[in-house]
């Protein structure tokens, strides 16, 4: 249907979506989750907070299983040499989900309060750790990831995990979950009432100032201290997927050729840095549906940031800069990446126009009213 | 390195049997709420609302756990076994990401609607979310069985030695692959089974208790039927008519059988006896002449193979693995005369065989003919455990079939709950679907041994570059999540269990009638008018 180069492309844009849409609806509920016992005072409060995103998290949920099923079916050795060289990383972060779907549905079935905080903190927890982990992630990637590939193109991880946790990729951990906690204050503002929507209005003024500060600093560390990635040979961007196909180099400044390429691609962090200020604002004005849609779209517009400063590099490899998997070697072949093209141009629409539905029908603030009504059926 | 290897399918086997715990309830739980939903729209009456939403409370207790579970089986194969996944993520990973988009998504999407949407939907789309969430889980079976069917009966795709690994050539081969079809059905009726099973065990509790007779015996029945059609599809579409293709799927049926020699057809099934793997015979077997070849090739003309026999085919092919194995070396170094690659396409097919040998012979090429020999007794699986955990899942089977067939003759008969003994037998069966499945996994999964892939990537080949600490590290913190999540698991399903539909807190049932002081009998006489 396309040719192999497109649909290679085409991989790059969905997984840049499927993640985006994995930060702005997760975003909202884990930062929801971060935020639980912070500014939930009372266990109505905390109630009405995990209420406002009880529909809807199991749903959201799947953007990240998506991303991941999507990584492994369209860039099977990113997700091999990933997942496996971020070993324990990955399972922090896998046992932090594991308290998200328990803690939401558990939590509420006992009235005992010691039952109720426990889950609270392990629903802060499952909440809060992704992000900064996935962060962390985002932040190493940026520096290289050190691996090399045997002549069977098995990858061999020559890290260890205190390595991952090093000053710039800690910077954006920390600037990771403040997105995610902008994204959940501007939620709660839009669906609660009374108290907590008032507290999750000061969050969103502190945190989306401190955002846009950690950004612009990621930003400037990326741009003057850490060395990108430049393929020097020729590359067959439709040949097979094999890495080892071409040189690369490590060079000063390199993960800013894209922007010098094609200036148009400047919106993206110009967005990263202004949509905290507009959330900021409309926090400010009490607008709420402004606020969260504003903290949306910053999200996208970090995200695409950090892809386009890469592109069309997904995991360099520090250790031998050659073996880094880019977007024209590292994918599946062009039969698997057309059927799932298909199957996406046919079930992303879907999934959209049926998730749409489920967040119009639910729409409305959760408050005190709701619990009265739903004492013993709600979460 | 071995260890390695070991620990990597000890963590595998413990996530996925301890994920399949909550998957079959799931499956089944769900199109039984269909059912209840549906006569609740029909006939309006508010108990089927009720049945519905206790029954859904319960559903949702398993839920949680079934959604727990499943991230680690999408983190795993990545995390322990990233060999495997670059070597066939091209293949196996598209059913993994389909099933997200077309049925992960549907199910998880409306389930929030079912919990939360009751008065938000009309009834009408209340019934539609909650059929899309049956749906979509049973579709997520689907694109799971049809992964899982690849790795049994690998189809579609081929080796391509320009990327090291194996690319699909035909998604319509991996789809309508005959194995994932018989694995289809046989899965998702043995979870409708469990769902039946459990409403059943439960319903029958508080017939023993004599309480909330209407709410009950209306559960039973519904259980009863929707049972009985799962069990008689489960056993009839048992899957060992998917035991005839492909290589490593004949040896799992050998294996089965403890069917060492071939026999002329139709063969005669091992009804009871000691597999000895040593001396390859079967000691003490009991037979039942003809059963075998009829069970697994629904025929009387067509033979079963033996082990030996089998194993006498892997020889050969291991040795033309080797040479395959020799071939793609050179054509790696750079070697890529039109010769060596047409010699290499050739015998690419047995080169899973060849690599069958690296366990003992990191080079392949030059193993000893001691190190194939021990690659040979290796190419088929362990027969005792085979052996056994077949005839535990037949027997659960059966047990539940008569089980079935006797509600439903009681349903029909308008005799629900005159048995107590009955009732008793139904309460105590609870965990015979959940035995049968994980015995019908293990030998599935235990029985595709030596292969991840078969014919294609030893098991022993698919493993991660990672440390035996590592993964001691994340097999004990598993485990202990695993244990502290199933304990409270089990507690909130005893207790919401016990309370029955007084759960609810509708002021109808039970335990709330009792503090009201008002007769608990009344509510079932005006029932039963």
């Known amino acids: ?379 | 390195m071995d260890d390695l290897v070991d620990l990597s399918r000890f963590q595998f086997a413990m996530t996925a049997m301890y994920h399949f715990l909550f998957v079959p309830l799931t499956l089944g739980l769900a199109w039984i709420l269909l059912i209840m939903e549906s006569l609740y729209v029909m006939t309006k009456k508010e108990v089927y609302k009720d049945m519905t939403k206790f029954w859904g409370k319960l559903f949702a207790i398993n839920f949680a756990l079934g959604v727990t579970t499943g991230l680690t089986m999408e983190f795993q194969f990545g995390t322990n076994w990233a060999y495997y996944s670059h070597y066939v993520g091209d293949v196996f990973g598209a059913p993994l990401a389909i099933e997200g988009m077309m049925a992960f998504f549907l199910e998880s999407t409306f389930v929030g609607l079912f919990f939360f949407g009751w008065d938000r939907l009309s009834k009408l789309q209340h019934l539609a979310a909650t059929f899309l969430v049956a749906l979509g889980s049973s579709m997520s079976a689907l694109w799971i069985l049809v992964a899982n069917a690849w790795m049994q009966n690998p189809v579609g795709a081929e080796f391509n030695y320009e990327t090291m690994r194996m690319e699909m050539t035909s998604f319509a081969e991996v789809v309508f692959n005959p194995v994932a079809q018989v694995k289809f059905v046989h899965t998702v009726a043995s979870g409708y089974v469990a769902g039946a099973m459990f409403v059943l065990a439960i319903s029958s509790y508080y017939l023993l208790k004599g309480r909330d007779m209407a709410f009950a015996k209306r559960s039973f029945a519904i259980a009863a039927a929707f049972g009985t059609a799962g069990i008689l599809c489960t056993i009839l579409l048992g899957d060992e008519s998917g035991y005839e293709v492909g290589d490593v799927q004949k040896a799992k049926l050998a294996a089965i059988e403890s069917e060492w020699e071939t026999h002329p057809a139709p063969a005669a099934f091992t009804m009871i006896g000691i597999p000895n793997q040593e001396e390859q015979r079967t000691d003490y077997a009991v037979r039942i002449p003809y059963a075998l070849g009829i069970i697994a090739t629904r025929s009387l003309d067509k033979e079963v193979k033996g082990l030996k026999e089998l194993m006498d085919v892997h020889e050969v092919r291991i040795r033309s693995g080797m040479i395959a194995y020799g071939l793609l070396e050179k054509l790696r170094a750079g070697d890529e005369t039109p010769e060596n690659i047409k010699a290499f396409e050739e015998i690419k097919v047995d080169l899973g065989y060849g690599l069958l040998v690296k366990r003992y012979a990191p080079d392949v090429i030059d193993a000893t003919e001691q190190q194939i020999q021990m690659a040979v007794d290796d190419s088929i699986p362990r027969v005792a455990p085979m052996f056994w955990s077949f005839r535990i899942m037949v027997g659960s089977g059966i047990a539940m079939l008569f089980i079935f067939l006797f509600a439903f003759y009681q349903s029909a008969c308008n005799k629900i709950g005159s048995n107590k003994t009955f009732l008793k037998i139904c309460l105590y069966s609870l965990p015979l679907p959940w035995i049968a499945i994980e015995a019908g996994w293990f030998v599935a999964e235990y029985g595709r041994q030596p292969w991840a892939i078969a014919e294609i990537l030893p098991t022993h080949m698919g493993i991660s570059s990672v440390s035996v600490e590592q993964v001691w590290f994340s097999i004990i913190s598993i485990a202990s999540f695993y244990t502290v999540l199933l304990v409270i698991e089990l507690f909130l399903m005893f207790k919401f269990a016990r309370l029955g539909p007084s759960s609810l807190k509708t002021g109808k049932y039970h335990f709330e009638q009792l503090e009201n002081q008002i007769e608990p009998q009344l509510e079932v006489k005006q029932e039963s008018k």
């Open chain 1, 1 to 379: 249907m396309f040719d192999y180069e497109t649909l290679k492309l085409i991989w790059w844009v969905l997984i840049s979506v499927l993640l985006i849409g994995f930060v702005i609806t997760d975003g909202f509920d884990m930062g929801v989750g971060t935020l639980i016992p912070i500014i939930g005072k009372s266990d109505d409060e905390r109630r009405m907070m995990i209420n406002s995103i009880a529909p809807h998290w199991e749903g959201n949920q799947v953007w990240l299983v998506l991303a991941a099923g999507a990584i492994f079916a369209a860039w099977p050795a990113v997700y091999a040499t990933a997942f496996s060289g971020f070993y324990v990383a990955m399972m922090l972060t896998l046992f932090a989900l594991f308290f998200r779907p328990v803690g939401f549905d558990y939590r509420s079935k006992i009235e005992d309060p010691r039952w109720r905080t426990s889950w609270d903190w392990a629903i802060f927890t499952g909440s809060t750790v992704p992000p900064i982990i996935f962060g962390v992630a985002f932040g190493n990637i940026l520096q290289g990831v050190p691996f090399v590939l045997d002549e069977f193109l098995r990858a061999n991880y020559q890290g260890g995990f205190l390595d991952l946790l090093n000053p710039f990729s800690l910077l954006v951990g920390v600037f990771s979950l403040c997105l995610f906690v902008l994204q959940g204050s501007t939620w709660l503002q839009m669906k609660t009432e009374g108290e907590v929507r008032a507290r999750a209005r000061l969050v969103t003024m502190i945190v989306a100032p401190i955002a846009v500060l950690l950004f612009a600093v990621a930003g400037l560390w990326l741009a003057s201290g850490i060395d990108g990635y430049v393929i020097t040979s020729a590359i067959d961007v439709a040949g097979p997927s094999n890495p080892l196909l071409k040189t690369v180099e490590i060079q000063p400044g390199a993960w800013l050729a894209n922007y010098e390429l094609y200036p148009l691609t400047m919106l993206a962090p110009i967005v990263g840095l202004l949509f905290p200020l507009l959330a900021l604002l409309a926090s400010i004005f009490n607008r709420s549906a402004f606020a969260f849609i504003s903290s949306s779209i910053a999200q996208f517009g970090v995200l695409l940031t950090c892809g386009i400063s890469m592109f069309p590099f997904i995991l360099p490899s520090s250790l031998d800069p050659s073996h880094s998997f880019t977007v024209w070697d590292a994918t599946s072949s062009e039969v698997t990446l057309n059927i799932m093209t298909i199957t996406a141009m046919i079930f992303l629409p879907l999934i959209l126009l049926y998730t749409s539905w489920a967040y119009f029908k639910m729409f409305g603030r959760i408050g005190k009213s709701f619990l009265d009504k739903y004492r013993h059926s709600a979460y």
